[in-house]
């Protein structure tokens, strides 16, 4: 069953669950009227199976409720945002991120602050230690929080959690570890690493 399976409201407006092709398998978008309210890879991709694949062309598959066929303009700019991540990386880099809702977060909390400020401040071939993230967002001494809100991202490559590592160097778990492969692919395909 698709996470968005249940259809909810957020003060916006009902949510829709849609599925994307990706050169990285297929995505899970959940939607309402004003934002991205998530978007990750199906729950079936871990690092014993993940088989990124670029002659993928990034399309909308399917929605959950059909609603007369009618789509949310949200979607349709991740759709466009996604195809040039994946097959224009020089246009990426000016594209404007697709609207985000953050409905499902407090506002004012230092989590909601790391997920605004990550996409902000960290762009397209960049990464950033947890503690450099905190400190970007006026708590250098809260990396752990900024791990956790890591750790809980509900919109993967949007707020783009694979940028951030270890102070170390170290690429640090994605996913709780079932996807590494998926982070470091991300980072060589922004430019961030070096192919092996």
């Not at 009902?14 to 934002?35: M, Q, R």
């Not at 949310?72 to 020089?90: E, G, I, N, R, S």
């Not at 170290?170 to 692919?185: A, D, F, P, Q």
Request: hydrophobic share 35%; proline share 6%.
């Amino acid at each position: 069953m698709p996470l968005g399976a249940i259809r909810s409201n957020c003060h916006h407006g009902p949510t829709n669950t849609y599925v994307i092709a990706s050169p990285i398998g297929d995505l899970e978008v959940i939607s309402c009227p004003k934002g991205i309210h998530s978007l990750g890879q199906e729950k079936h991709i871990t690092d014993k199976n993940f088989a990124p694949d670029l002659s993928t062309d990034v399309i909308l598959q399917s929605q959950l409720y059909q609603d007369n066929g009618y789509m949310y303009k949200p979607v349709l700019m991740c759709v466009d945002w996604l195809q040039k991540y994946f097959h224009d990386t020089a246009a990426i880099k000016t594209s404007q991120l697709p609207p985000i809702c953050f409905s499902f977060c407090k506002e004012g909390a230092f989590i909601s602050q790391v997920w605004k400020t990550l996409p902000e401040k960290v762009g397209f071939g960049e990464t950033v230690s947890y503690g450099e993230l905190a400190k970007m967002c006026g708590n250098p001494k809260a990396s752990r929080v900024a791990g956790h809100a890591m750790k809980t991202n509900r919109v993967q490559i949007l707020i783009p959690c694979h940028r951030v590592i270890q102070s170390n160097g170290h690429l640090g778990k994605y996913h709780g570890g079932t996807r590494n492969s998926v982070k470091e692919w991300l980072l060589q395909h922004e430019g961030a690493l070096r192919d092996k």
